[in-house]
DNA sequence: TTCGTTGCAAATGCTTTGCATCCAC
DNA sequence: GTGGATGCAAAGCATTTGCAACGAA
C-alpha cells in the first residue's frame, strides 16, 4: 500500500511505542496505533479501526488490522478484550489494571478503575498453584442510557 | 429424530427443570441437561456437548445443541460463559456465583469459590448508575499442570 | 539485500438461520 | 390438532492463512 507522504515525525508516539516493542515502524501499524490512542476512552473492535484507517487512507487491509493488533496484543501495546460479546474489543494498554462494567442490552463498555484485587490476587497464588497473570473483573448489567427502554 | 425408549423415568432432574423453567420436555433438551449435569465440574463448549450427546444418540443435530443451549440460558437453567477464548463455554446453572481461573496455556477453566464481592457490587450500584447483574472475576494465569513446560 | 510486512483472496471455525418435517402438549 | 422443536443444509460473521509483491532496516 502505498500511504500520503505525510509529514509525520519519525518520533511521534506511535513511533516510540513500535521501537519500543522491537516492532518495524510501518505506517499500518501506526496509525492503528493513532486510532487506538485517539479513541482513548472508548473499545473498538477489529471492525472499528479498521474502519477509522481506512478512512485515512484506503487500501488498508482489514487482514492487516487483525495482524497488526495480533501483534501489538502480543508486545503488550494494547489489550485485547472478550467481554461476553463475540467480537473481541482493543484498548491501548498502559493504563491501570482495568476492570469492565458491561451492558447487556447495547453491550457498551464503561471502564471501572478501582477495586483493589490484590488481597484475591496473593490468596489464589498461596492457595491454588495458580501464577496469576491479570485479573479481570467483569460486571454485566444494564447502563444507565438503557435503563429507561425495553 | 427418535431416540432410544430408554426407561427414564418423566421424574428425573432434567424433567424437572425444563418443567420449572417453562419449557417443553424434548429427549434433545433431557439430554444436553444430562450431558452438562455428568460434568458438573467441568465447563464444557457447544462441540464437547454435541459430540457427548452425538454418542448417545446418533442424529443429534449440531444446531439443535446451539438452540437448546441458548433456550437454556435464557431460562436460567445453564451458564454461558466467553473467557478470553473465541469459543463459549457451558455450565448448569444453580450453583454459588463463581468466577474462574484461566489457564492461558491450555485454556482449561478452574472454579474459584471464594472472593465475596458484595462490596464492589454495592459501590458499583451506588455510584455508576449501573443495575448490577452477574459479577465474574476472571483471573488469567498458569495452572499447575502447564508450569512445568514451556 | 534480506526478512518481515502487507494486500488479496480464499479458507476456517463457531454459530445462526430458513424451511420442511416432526412431536410434546 | 397446533405451535413449538428438530434435522438438514446453507448462510453468516469474525477471524485466520497462503502466497506473491512490497518495503523497512
Redesign the interface.
Known amino acids: 500500500m502505498r500511504v500520503a507522504a505525510e509529514p509525520t515525525p519519525r518520533s511521534s508516539t506511535s513511533t516510540n511505542l513500535l521501537q519500543a516493542a522491537g516492532l518495524r515502524v510501518t505506517p499500518q501499524r501506526r496509525l492503528v496505533i493513532e486510532v487506538l490512542a485517539q479513541a482513548a476512552d472508548r473499545h473498538l473492535t477489529a471492525e472499528d479501526v479498521w474502519t477509522a484507517v481506512r478512512d485515512r487512507y484506503d487500501g488498508f487491509n482489514r487482514s492487516t488490522v487483525y495482524r497488526v493488533l495480533e501483534q501489538l496484543a502480543d508486545a503488550h501495546v494494547v489489550t485485547m478484550h ?5 467480537v473481541a474489543q482493543f484498548e491501548l494498554a498502559g493504563v491501570a489494571p482495568h476492570h469492565h ?1 458491561v ?2 442490552r447495547c453491550r457498551r463498555v ?1 471502564e ?1 478503575l ?2 483493589d ?1 490484590s488481597v ?2 496473593r ?2 497464588l498461596a492457595r ?17 442510557r438503557c ?1 429507561g427502554r425495553g
Chains 1, 2 share one sequence.
Do not use: N, P
Open positions: 472478550r467481554l461476553g460479546g463475540s462494567l451492558c447487556v464503561a471501572l478501582d477495586a484485587l484475591l490476587r490468596r489464589v491454588e498453584r495458580f501464577v496469576v497473570g491479570g485479573v479481570s473483573v467483569t460486571i454485566e448489567g444494564v447502563c444507565d435503563q
